[in-house]
């Protein structure tokens, strides 16, 4: 019997098959895991390259479970900070054994505006919707050099 190329994780989640993608960052295992993307340009094409490297650390850590949820909010957090905020942007996830948390943060102090009712007609204002919904909690930092947007999701 073929051993695996990396011991299965404490949480019972398969790892997939085949070798590991490193994502680009810096990933620290002290106690708890966490992974930063700093300086990321606020350009459209960084949306998928940020999704693509987040998806990269939650299979790594075997977080296989909260991909889809964790994806799309991040996705929407990042398309913000490209759209709205048109400053470079760093990406945190930490991990803590119980619950996960991500935050994007960016250089603009303006804190976000949700639309709690979106405009029926309109192609976006959804975003923060959403995350209010899916996410198990969520919020803002403001700093006078700009703004943190988090959210965190624990496993069921």
């Known amino acids: 019997m073929a051993s695996a190329p990396w011991p299965e994780p404490a949480t019972g989640t398969p790892r997939p098959a085949g070798p590991v993608t490193v ?3 810096e990933l620290s295992m002290d106690g708890f895991s ?4 700093s300086a990321v340009p606020a350009v459209p094409d960084r949306v998928p390259y940020v999704r693509r490297q987040a998806v990269a650390v939650l299979e790594l850590w075997g977080l296989r479970d909260l991909l889809w949820v964790v994806e799309l909010m991040l996705t929407e957090l990042v398309g913000n900070a490209v759209r709205h905020a048109g400053t470079p942007f760093t990406v945190v996830m930490s991990w803590n054994g119980r619950g996960l948390r991500c935050e994007v943060s960016d250089a603009d102090p303006r ?3 949700p639309q709690l009712v979106p405009d029926l007609e309109g192609t976006g204002g959804r975003g923060l919707l959403l995350v209010d919904r899916l996410a198990g909690s969520w919020g803002t930092d403001l700093r006078r050099q700009g ?10």
């Open 23 to 25: 994502p680009d960052g």
């Open 111 to 113: 804190p976000p505006r």
């Open 147 to 156: 703004k943190t947007i988090w959210f965190e999701v624990r496993r069921s």
């Open 34 to 37: 966490r992974w930063i993307l």
